[in-house]
């Protein structure tokens, strides 16, 4: 197909979307004008109607001969909700009928029925700024010049179509699609010898070509697509990208609401992207009724910044919210401890403020207090706390080791006293007591954790306690751990929450193709790992080095990463930059200086003019990610269990340009090699 056919396609098809978009919008309008209606005489407030949907395709499947299953029709679309004109007929994703648009391949095609028809070929779609843009067809059977030559519905066309170049302004060209880059082969990063001024960029040396090596996993869906979607600007918050999920993240969104998982993957292996589209299928219409979600499910991330990042995302995917609950771990913890909201994340300051057996010790004061109250009620907090802490005058039968004697022997007397001190430390105690104490439990269908790893044991046992009804999405990557109080592996969650597989294993699937960083910039951080833990597949090998960069003297650092943040706002245009610093507030007084204003809605965004950039500390960067990312003095960057899980974590935000400002020497693990 030429561009001008393309173009006329893609016309076409914005054409239909348009088209459907409007349906669906209208359909929300007559509702609720229904609703109102039969209120109109009554004293009741109308309940709102769900919120419309955006009604997006996300492809169009050809069958070989019409289906008498859809009405004699030899082709449907696919999209976020179900339609249907005299024209075509959109089926929702989530429906079976539509998981042939996730199994595109001719390999599979045998397998590829739909109701009695085999699939032709799949025609799928991009969009940029809310507008269908893009598609990319797979034929399944015999290749002809165009899957769908009769046009079903004559609609004006709209203008051509302009897409928006990547960001590097290279066009991405794979040899094959599945010849890919292992990140794990030798580095073609350079880092800069402690030289002053020297820089390792685009400007200095060209991008290293790596050998082609074969990529993990089924093979790619619309692999130019993805591609071209993966390289272009991204926004601040997260999207759904339904129209190029791959095989196996489909599966891993499509398994039953009862089945437990836990996905395994390193920094951009598409985890937050599996977690927001599996809430979605877990509370999809079509379900079948043992199936059903009856309560709502909840999603669980990081921080607060996670919790905005995803929550567009999945208002994009879910027409009802109140069907779901996204929330930080820190706002869980506080809700339970009945503290004031803080954002502040768990700070232990031994293993035992947040240890298991602390957990047991809290069970044992919970049942002595319950069995000591007359109608065997549960207990209030200050109940709870109180007798854990007499379990020094009165220990469990198996005694009380020395180290938790005295470790109760420095909790405040009361609970209110523990309480009042509003310590990061004892938040997970207090959520345990809280939950304990919980009458009305929440009850969730589904639980999803995202970034699972930075949970700590007695949180995880708080999580147990909320009366979740269904399966367990668990999200995380055991390399960014940011303390050694959080469990090394994934078999200690799985045993805590009963959810081994039949071997008493724990269900962990390894995700090992990377989505976000391109291969140069996984092979600078992976530095920071063990050898055997450098197996990453970057779909994106067409990128630059990182620039690394000494400044020589130390006053001028701050200074020097804010030239090197402004330069990269320059260069990604409309797409998102952020500084990763440990000293933000350093950082803040320079921006001011330079005429960098504070955003009133964010209080981690600056703007000057039109630029725009986060300023964040590491903590609050996990989660998310920036076409462009300054890293600020590795060396000041936290370790743990004599790892830097913190650092690589804040090198692996960035997408397609990584800047790393340094004065005092970088950490061993990022000397070239
Ligand atoms: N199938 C896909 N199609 C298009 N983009 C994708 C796909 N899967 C992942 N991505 C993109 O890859 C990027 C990284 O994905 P995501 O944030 O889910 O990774 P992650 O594993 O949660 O990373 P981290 O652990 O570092 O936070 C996102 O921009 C996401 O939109």
């Known amino acids: 197909m030429n561009e001008q056919e393309r173009s006329r396609v893609v016309a076409d098809e914005a054409a239909t979307e348009r088209d459907y978009s409007k349906a669906l919008e209208q359909k929300t309008k007559e509702a609720q004008r229904l609703v109102n209606e039969s209120l109109n005489n009554t004293w009741t407030t109308a309940p709102s109607v769900e ?167 089924p093979a790619l869906r619309a692999p130019g697509l993805l591609r071209r979607e993966l390289a272009a600007p991204k926004k601040a918050a997260m999207s759904a990208v339904l129209a190029t999920l791959q095989v ?39 379900a079948p009724d043992d199936e059903r979600i009856r309560s709502h499910v909840l999603v669980i991330g990081p921080t607060n910044e996670y919790v905005d990042h995803i929550r567009t995302a999945l208002s994009g995917l879910i027409d009802d919210d109140r069907r779901y609950e996204v929330t930080s771990i820190p706002t869980l913890l506080e809700q339970l401890s009945e503290l004031p909201p803080s954002t502040v994340p768990t700070q232990t300051l031994t293993y035992q403020d947040v240890d298991l057996e602390l957990a047991k010790l809290v069970d044992l004061a919970y049942s002595r207090s319950r069995s000591n109250s007359e109608l065997g009620e549960r207990p209030d907090r200050a109940t ?45 105690l207090l959520a345990y007591i809280g939950i304990r104490a919980e009458r009305q439990p929440r009850y969730p269908g589904h639980i999803i954790i995202d970034e699972a790893q930075d949970l700590h044991p007695i949180e995880w046992e708080v999580l147990g306690r909320l009366g979740n009804s269904g399966g367990w999405t668990i999200l995380g990557d055991l390399n960014q751990r940011r303390t050694d109080h959080t469990f090394s592996s994934w078999d200690r969650v ?53 620039t690394v960069t000494r400044i020589p003297a130390a006053g001028e650092l701050i200074g020097a990463a804010i030239g090197a943040a402004e330069d990269l706002c320059a260069r990604v245009g409309e797409g998102s930059v952020a500084v990763i610093t440990t000293d933000a507030l350093a950082f803040s007084r320079a921006l001011q ?81």
């Open 248 to 286: 196996d993240q489909y599966e891993a969104i499509t398994k039953n609401g009862t089945t437990s998982q836990i996905l395994q993957g390193h920094p951009g292996t598409g985890k937050t992207i599996i977690a927001a589209h599996r809430a979605a299928y877990l509370l999809r219409d079509e």
């Open 494 to 546: 799985a045993t805590l929450l009963a959810i081994e597989d039949e071997n008493g294993h724990a269900p962990v699937q390894n995700l090992q193709r990377g989505y976000r960083s391109t291969a140069q910039i996984i092979h600078f951080a992976n530095q920071l790992l063990p050898r055997e833990d450098r197996i990453l597949y970057s779909l994106q090998q067409d990128g630059e080095r990182p």
């Open 593 to 673: 200086k330079r005429g960098w204003l504070l955003d009133n809605a964010d209080t981690y965004v600056w703007r000057k003019g039109d630029r725009r950039l986060r300023l964040l500390p590491p903590e609050r960067a996990r989660g998310l990610e920036f076409d462009g990312v300054v890293v600020v003095e590795p060396a000041d960057f936290p370790e743990n269990a004599g790892r830097l899980g913190v650092l690589y974590t804040a090198l692996t935000r960035a997408n397609r340009l990584l800047t790393v400002i340094y004065h005092r020497a970088l950490p061993k693990g990022l000397k070239a090699r």
């Open 51 to 217: 919120s419309p949907m955006n009604g997006e395709l996300v492809g169009r499947v050809a069958l070989d001969s019409p289906s008498e299953d859809i009405d004699g029709a030899s082709e449907f679309y696919v999209g976020t909700a179900k339609h249907e004109t005299a024209d075509y007929q959109v089926f929702n994703w989530t429906a079976s009928i539509a998981a042939c648009t996730f199994y595109g391949q001719p390999a599979d095609r045998e397998n590829l029925q739909v109701m009695s028809e085999l699939v032709a070929g799949v025609r799928v779609f991009g969009h940029r700024n809310g507008e269908l843009s893009d598609f990319e067809d797979a034929f399944l059977g015999a290749e002809t010049d165009d899957l769908f030559p009769k046009r079903v519905l004559q609609i004006p066309r709209a203008p051509g179509f302009a897409s928006r170049p990547p960001i590097a302004s290279t066009p991405v060209d794979f040899a094959t699609q599945d010849d890919i880059t292992p990140s794990s082969s030798k580095s073609p990063v350079e880092v800069a010898p402690e030289t002053p001024d020297t820089l390792h960029g685009e400007d200095s040396q060209p991008p290293t070509v790596l050998p082609p090596t074969k990529m993990p996993g």
């Open 384 to 428: 709870i706390y109180a007798e854990l802490v007499w379990l020094l005058q009165d220990p469990p039968d198996d005694g009380l080791n020395p180290e938790w004697v005295t470790y109760l022997r420095s909790l405040p007397g009361t609970y209110d006293e523990l309480q009042r001190q509003k310590t990061f430390r004892h938040r997970g």
